[in-house]
């Protein structure tokens, strides 16, 4: 099944348990707008290659269209539309005033030299140009993709239109219209709404063993901010693999050895050392193996469909946190919801990323800056409340937790359309 097609899936499922309109459905099925481009780029040996890109605009209803660009070998069409439309959708959970959209370049940039990504950064910029701007679409970091790029971004679109338009991206490095706590926010978001409902099942932060899969951004940091809030964690993975360590991992080691170009598996045998005890308490495990260790809360940081209808059964974790955008199928997480484990859905647990972009926009039209600790109060102030939201609908519906931030969010973009009378 495809990506979109699993997106469909959710979205008719929250529909029914709120008996939503079926030319409400219709809307949300539909993205708004799709475009794909062909982006041509002198490669250094002074060869052309073409490279597939894609921006799809899902929905508008409540703000510009906000979401991310990935660059990765496996992106396609049917993937940008299930990942802008989840983009509306976790706008819209959290309630800030925007849209959802998302971009993609078929592309293994670690193929590529910096001069070649920033070529094809830029003549992609060129090409979608005419559909995004502060106020139109806004995109921003995803998957392989960074400030640096985000930067280039803004800088070939100040040269198209004449003029600097900070606001026309976001994630961008701090000196050139970045906001403080971004790069932490996607991890900070997801924390405060684990703290929540850690909190409403009396769960203990000592008591509880956490498994990490994904050590970007997201899952690096928030794996770092749960051992300093007292969390167990005791598996961490990247895409090569990853390792266990029954009494804990050091998440600031792992950096460490990441950014000296090593993988998370290379630390099997330093951990050991580290801890000096035998090598039974520290072993390496696959990235499959890492979903199904000994542990208490799941988090989800890497790439979509790794809870399966394949491996569901298998899962320990009481709690899923979803970092990364659709890791769990459908069919998993039927499978998961009759085991009684809970699944925080990404479009309520990542949303920290683009609120936190959101308060960058905020920035670059106000022209104030925040800093780090005025963002993450602000970004607390709307993750526990929304949180909050979802388990009240949980409970009115008798629903999953993804099916209630479906219904959350599927409600205000509703009330949008009709005040708007777009329909
Ligand atoms: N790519 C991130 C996401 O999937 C952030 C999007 C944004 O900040 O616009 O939520």
């Not at 052309?48 to 979401?67: D, S």
């Not at 051992?227 to 005791?234: D, H």
């Not at 790794?306 to 946190?321: C, G, R, S």
């Not at 997480?333 to 990542?350: H, K, M, Q, S, T």
Request: proline share 4%.
């Amino acid at each position: 099944m495809s990506l979109f097609k699993s997106t469909l899936k959710q979205i008719k499922k929250a529909s029914t348990l709120m008996e939503l309109d079926e030319e409400m459905v219709s809307i949300l099925s539909n993205p708004n707008r799709i475009v794909e481009v062909s982006v041509p780029v002198r490669m250094d040996d002074g060869t052309l290659k073409i490279f597939k890109g894609f921006r799809v605009e899902h929905n508008n209803y409540c703000g510009p269209y906000k979401g991310g660009i990935r660059y990765h070998q496996h992106v396609d069409m049917e993937e940008v539309k299930a990942l802008s439309a989840w983009m509306s959708l976790k706008c819209s959970v959290v309630g800030i005033p925007l849209g959802g959209g998302k971009g993609g370049i078929i592309v293994n940039p670690k193929e590529l030299s910096e001069g070649e990504l920033e070529r094809m950064t830029r003549k992609y910029t060129e090409m979608i140009a005419p559909i995004i701007g502060p106020d139109k679409d806004v995109p921003a970091p995803d998957v392989n993709t960074n400030g640096k790029i985000m930067a280039w971004i803004a800088d070939e679109y100040a040269k198209i239109v004449g003029e600097e338009v900070p606001g026309v991206v976001t994630g961008k490095p701090l000196e050139v219209g970045g906001i403080e706590g971004r790069d932490t926010a996607t991890a900070m978001g997801g924390f405060f709404v684990l703290e929540d409902i850690m909190k409403e099942k009396g769960m203990e932060p000592a008591k509880t063993k956490v498994a990490v899969q994904g050590f970007g951004n997201a899952g690096g940091i928030a794996a770092k901010l749960m051992v300093e809030a007292g969390y167990n964690v005791v598996a961490a993975s990247d895409s090569k693999g990853g390792i266990y360590c029954n009494h804990g991992i050091f998440p600031d080691d792992i950096m460490k050895h990441k950014l000296e170009k090593k993988s998370v598996t290379d630390l099997g045998p330093h951990m050991v050392e580290l801890h000096a005890k035998d090598d039974t308490d520290c072993y390496q495990v696959s990235n499959e193996e890492l979903l199904e260790v000994d542990c208490d809360v799941l988090v989800l940081a890497a790439l979509e469909n790794q809870i399966t209808e394949k491996n569901a059964d298998k899962i320990k974790a009481k709690i899923v946190l979803e970092l990364a955008n659709g890791p769990t199928s459908p069919e998993a997480d039927e499978i998961l919801a009759e085991r009684g484990v809970i699944v925080v859905p990404d479009i309520l647990a990542n949303a920290g990323g683009v609120t936190v972009s959101y308060f960058e926009m905020l920035q670059n039209a106000s022209g104030r800056s925040w800093t780090r600790d005025e963002v993450n109060k602000k970004l607390k102030e709307i993750m526990v409340p929304s949180c909050k939201e979802v388990s009240l609908n949980m409970n009115k519906y008798n629903c999953t937790m993804r099916e209630a931030a479906f219904i959350t969010s599927i409600s205000r973009i509703e009330k949008k359309i009709m005040q708007k009378g777009r329909v």
